[in-house]
């Protein structure tokens, strides 16, 4: 909506301060995390069809994970590298959004 | 024998097919705030000028009881009229005959008026109020949309086509508005969206009310969908009475000259802009006082706000502006601002309206979430955009002109016209704060004060660099001018460029980033 508070603010760009307003969009950007490889991530929302592994277990990179049902198709998550399961944040039957945090390895 | 059997016999039929889908839909249409599809034809052509076509096609639905219905001219009202006494080609979806849905007959109307449209060179303006895709007609539906599509494709760049959303318009049917020029949206009625609320949440379990999923404002402030909002479909309708005044009738035509006005702004143009480079301003000030009448008609007036573009008229001629918003973001640079704007030179360059820009910009919005939203490829829209126009093209520098931002906003070097700059101008690589510490690193650094020998770095940079002379010593501007003179310079910029000539290699056509 239109901003008529005129509530303006500092904004840098190439280290020069400027007076300005920001806008809504830019107001609700979200702020950048670096990817930890360690928590393996939803890249797409859907029901977990199955957890095919216990905390504390040891995999090789590759091995299935779990099952994930998005958009009618059914996806294997492997194991990113080779490591043990640490923790379990999900349970057969969720539906998650995108970008959860589904299984932490180490 | 008389005629008169068959007469009343037609004046019959016609007046039980102009119901559309009788009273207690029509009344439904009404309570949710609607007009219906003839009055709100009506309500943008000139008076008694609609003739209608098609008004006794019906629908070829076989299966799930479809051929037991009556759907009295399919759901979609087409036809042409004229606006300001000037021919324009209409159809209007009717909500009230099953939801507007579309069905073959509905869409060979659409496509029929389309045809028309095009082959007479007349604008074509369609207004969307359509459940979607009529499910028991099957893939015969998706044919039609996809038949839509193709002629909004092939008539775009030749004749204006206007989308105006009076209701839903969901799936498939919204890449129509999509291909089109100019999206029309009013708040509480217009709902654009790919799936909607009850899929979303059946789905991902994510809850949002249709407003919030794609609203009006939605369209018009965070997707960029949108080209004009509105409060309601009177306010929606002389929106499009308006943008019509300022654009030609097909891509062979000028836009209309109007009587010359002087601008009625008061305040003088100095008095607009701070000095200080650092303080906003509202850029569309300095437009008001540069056109006929202060007419400024802004388009996106919502989206991407880092950046105004519009209509208005500069000796009775209308003009595509161009101009950084200091006074949102500071006037950046970003996916969105470049994307709005590429796309508005691209309009005015397929319909021979002369680009005005006026610049003041401190560079590119920095931030991990620009660069990974492809800030790269959608500001290289804006670089294509200005490099490919033949229209005439000219810049005013006001203030801030640096780094890839002066060379992105139609810079000499893209092909403008004319370049003029304000003495305030500062024609840089960038600001002199950036310069100083990556030029006098090794002096801040070593100072025993290296904040005061910042300082007096940067005034050293600023001494030298921020101000218009650099580059106008090469001829990449061509005058330096005073504030005031503004106007009169566009004018005349813009009276010898009447008759330009830019001839560009034969290709099929360009491969733009998008």
Redesign the interface.
């Known amino acids: 909506?239109?901003d008529n508070s005129l509530n303006?603010q500092i904004?840098v760009?190439?280290?020069?301060?400027?007076?300005?307003?920001?806008?809504?969009?830019?107001d609700r950007?979200?702020k950048?995390l670096p990817i930890d490889p360690k928590e393996v991530r939803s890249i797409i929302?859907g029901s977990i069809i199955d957890i095919l592994v216990t905390p504390g277990q040891v995999l090789k990179a590759g091995e299935v994970l779990l099952i994930l049902d998005a958009m009618k198709m059914y996806t294997q998550i492997e194991m990113p590298f080779d490591g043990v399961i640490k923790s379990i944040h999900i349970e057969k039957g969720d539906?998650i959004?995108k970008n959860t945090v589904m299984i932490t390895i180490e | 024998m008389s005629f008169k059997r068959n007469i009343l016999d037609l004046r019959k039929r016609k007046k039980e097919a102009q119901q559309g889908g009788g009273e207690k839909a029509i009344e439904k249409q009404v309570a949710m705030g609607k007009k219906t599809a003839r009055e709100r034809i009506k309500a943008i052509l000139d008076e008694n000028s609609f003739h209608e076509y098609d008004l006794f096609v019906e629908h070829t639905g076989r299966d799930f009881d479809m051929e037991k219905k009556v759907l009295h001219g399919d759901g979609v009202i087409i036809g042409t009229g004229t606006m300001y006494n000037q021919p324009v080609a209409i159809y209007a979806q009717d909500f009230t005959v099953a939801g507007g849905s579309l069905g073959l007959m509905h869409a060979r109307k659409i496509t029929k008026i389309m045809d028309h449209a095009l082959k007479m060179r007349v604008p074509l303006i369609g207004i969307n109020d359509s459940g979607g895709a009529r499910i028991q007609e099957g893939v015969n539906s998706l044919a039609g949309y996809g038949e839509i599509f193709y002629r909004n494709t092939i008539a775009s760049g030749v004749i204006p086509q206007i989308s105006v959303i009076l209701g839903p318009c969901a799936g498939g049917a919204v890449y129509s508005p999509a291909l089109t020029d100019f999206v029309f949206v009013v708040e509480n009625i217009s709902k654009m969206f790919i799936t909607g609320p009850g899929v979303i949440k059946s789905v991902l379990g994510e809850e949002i009310s249709m407003e919030e999923l794609g609203g009006a404002m939605v369209h018009s402030e965070i997707t960029g969908n949108a080209h004009f909002f509105a409060r309601s479909e009177d306010e929606c309708f002389a929106q499009i009475k308006k943008l019509i005044t300022f654009i030609p009738w097909n891509n062979a035509q000028k836009a209309l000259k109007f009587p010359i006005q002087e601008p009625k702004i008061t305040k003088s143009i100095e008095e607009i802009v701070p000095v200080d480079p650092h303080n906003p301003y509202d850029i569309r000030d300095i437009i008001k006082a540069v056109t006929d009448g202060s007419d400024f008609f802004e388009i996106m007036e919502y989206f991407a706000k880092n950046i105004v573009i519009g209509f208005g008229r500069i000796q009775g001629n209308t003009i595509g502006f161009v101009a950084n918003q200091p006074m949102y973001l500071a006037g950046v640079l970003d996916c969105d601002s470049s994307d709005k704007a590429a796309r508005f030179i691209r309009y005015c360059d397929a319909f021979n309206i002369p680009i005005v820009t006026l610049e003041d910009m401190p560079g590119y919005l920095p931030g991990v979430d620009q660069e990974h939203a492809g800030v790269i490829r959608h500001g290289a829209k804006l670089l294509y955009a200005y490099s490919e126009a033949t229209v005439p093209k000219v810049t005013v520098i006001i203030r801030k002109a640096y780094g890839g931002g002066y060379i992105a906003m139609n810079s000499r070097h893209l092909g403008a016209d004319f370049v003029f700059a304000w003495p305030t101008a500062e024609i840089a690589v960038m600001g002199p704060e950036g310069a100083a510490n990556i030029v006098f690193k090794k002096e801040i650094d070593e100072a025993e004060n290296p904040a005061e020998m910042r300082k007096q770095k940067i005034q050293e940079y600023k001494d030298k660099f921020a101000n218009p002379f650099v580059a106008a010593s090469k001829g990449y501007i061509d005058e330096v001018i005073e504030p005031s003179e503004t106007r009169a310079r566009l004018i005349h910029s813009l009276e010898v460029s009447g008759s330009k000539v830019d001839q560009r290699p034969a290709k099929k056509h360009g491969v733009p980033p998008f």
């Open positions: 909506m239109e303006y904004f760009v190439n280290s020069a301060k400027y007076l300005t307003l920001t806008t809504t969009k830019y950007r979200k950048y929302p539906r959004p």
